[in-house]
């Protein structure tokens, strides 16, 4: 497959996403073949670990291959994204529960997809280059690929805050937020990587961690739990205001680009995910609920109508299904998140 390039080096199971000029955005194939190529090497005692990384600099994946989802939709096939969802999903389940190390080397651009299949991994590795998204809520999804859980277990309310604005966390911002678990300089990565393949032991990445790099998210850490505390939307958008510096002003503006009804669900299934015990079955839990949206947001959403606004026809002037955040009756939020019943996501 053009798209992407699978094969066993020593023992090393190595998948490298080779779509740079598309930023290395995922297919629905690419992601079948990442859980063929797991399926199998969890079973073969020649390998030892799996590295996954990307060409380019300007992106290990900046997510989903978005077009044929539009397509589909628009020609009222609502099913071709509930498959793809309920596939890539696995994927990132099993990526989270792979019994051996999976190291995920993260350059330049990491958003939607891309978190899906690096940030669930045991070794997490980001540069000074990696910005790590969450932007769901601007195209009408809301952070899925078990982005939810990740938010939910960020520090205080940086979840929230991640989330709803889409806001992009730099190389040691993701490490503070819990999306990475070390940083290493951007000309460290082909010594790393050949470290990797020469061994087969993920355990050398951390030879090659670099600490005392200064936070400008951990900074906001107090700013950030004194308005994203708030008990809903509405009295976010009013701390913001008040607090009246450029990072809250900044976010007003994020959040008033964003769909609504994304951003009142968003914020309901995080702090859903943020009330569950952390037990082995709390990813497989959040990515349930977040199925249980993303199986609705083509014909009760504003998916489509975000994909037109920003890819499509990029006019950046989506017409949301709701007026503002207190448009959005609690119902259509519950009619979002409520169960599928025998429909709903089974992993």
């Known amino acids: 497959m053009s798209d992407i390039a699978i094969r066993a080096e020593g023992r090393v199971g190595h998948i490298t996403l080779t779509r740079p000029k598309a930023l290395n955005a995922l297919t629905w194939d690419m992601a079948l073949a990442i859980e063929t190529a797991l399926d199998a090497w969890a079973e073969d005692p020649d390998i030892a670990m799996v590295l ?25 096939d609502f099913g071709y994204g509930q498959r793809f969802w309920t596939d890539e999903y696995r994927l990132n389940a099993k990526i989270a529960a792979f019994p051996k190390p999976y ?97 087969g032991e993920a355990e050398h990445v951390y030879a090659f961690g670099r600490s005392g790099v200064a936070s400008p998210l951990a900074d906001l850490q107090s700013a950030v739990d004194a308005v994203f505390s708030a008990p809903d939307l509405g009295e976010i958008d009013a701390r913001l205001q008040r607090w009246d510096t450029d990072w809250s002003a900044e976010a007003r503006r994020a959040l008033a680009r964003a769909s609504p009804l994304s951003l009142q669900c968003a914020l309901a299934t995080i702090r859903a995910a943020q009330a569950m015990p952390d037990a082995p079955d709390a990813l497989q839990e959040a990515l349930r609920r977040e199925y249980r949206f993303t199986a609705r947001c083509m014909a009760q959403g504003d998916f489509l109508e975000g994909i037109r606004a920003q890819i499509i026809d990029k006019d950046r002037r989506p017409r949301w299904r709701h007026s503002g955040l207190a448009a959005v009756p609690a119902e259509d939020v519950e009619a979002m998140r409520a169960s599928l019943e025998e429909r709903d996501l089974a992993l």
């Open 103 to 199: 190291v995920a080397l993260c350059q330049g651009f990491v958003m939607g997809g891309g978190v899906g299949i690096a940030c669930h991994g045991s070794h997490r590795v980001v540069t000074e280059t990696t910005q790590i998204a969450m932007p769901e809520c601007g195209i009408g999804l809301i952070p899925d690929v078990g982005g939810s859980l990740l938010l939910a277990r960020a520090e205080g309310h940086l979840g929230a805050y991640l989330g709803l604005t889409g806001a992009r966390m730099r190389g040691i911002d993701a490490v503070i937020a819990g999306f990475a678990d070390l940083m290493v300089r951007s000309e460290e990565l082909p010594g790393l990587t050949a470290r990797l393949l020469e061994t």
């Open 52 to 76: 996954i990384d990307a060409e380019g600099d300007r992106a290990f994946c900046a997510g989903g291959d978005l077009q044929a989802l539009y397509e589909s939709g628009r020609a009222g």
